[in-house]
């Protein structure tokens, strides 16, 4: 069993920015790969960004690339989300997650183990 847990939403003015925080435990070998996920109010949850095993590799959906940066810290077993220049159609509870499989992937349904979800609230 995984336990994930988001951290460092909160609510932000346009342009802002925030960093969220998934501390994950559970496994001997946290060093897997990750995905953020975001889903808003009325809408289903879709992918943000992942980042592989070792964090060598990542991707972001389009309408966070450039502005948005994961990255993992394996000694604490922790990957983060820096999200710049937020906007209100950012706004959203943002979810990490894990594949039993350790499946490098976009797919919502490719992920077994998911946390509590983060809120992100930005204004205009």
């Known amino acids: 069993q995984v336990q994930l847990v988001e951290s460092g939403g909160g609510l932000v003015q346009a342009g802002d920015s925030l960093r969220l925080s998934c501390a994950a435990s559970?496994?001997?070998?946290?060093?897997?790969?990750m995905g953020w996920f975001r889903q808003a109010p009325g809408k289903e949850r879709q992918f943000v960004a992942r980042?592989?095993?070792?964090?060598?590799?990542?991707s972001y959906a389009d309408s966070v690339k450039g502005r948005f940066t994961t990255s993992r810290d394996d000694a604490k077993n922790t990957v983060y989300l820096q999200m710049n220049s937020l906007k209100p159609e950012d706004t959203a509870v943002y979810y990490c997650?894990?594949?039993?499989?350790?499946?490098?992937?976009?797919?919502?349904?490719?992920?077994?183990?998911w946390g509590q979800g983060t809120q992100v609230t930005v204004s205009s």
């Open positions: 980042i592989s095993r070792g964090g060598t590799i990542t």
């Open positions: 559970g496994r001997t070998d946290m060093t897997v790969p």
């Open positions: 997650a894990v594949s039993r499989t350790q499946v490098y992937s976009t797919k919502e349904g490719d992920y077994d183990y």
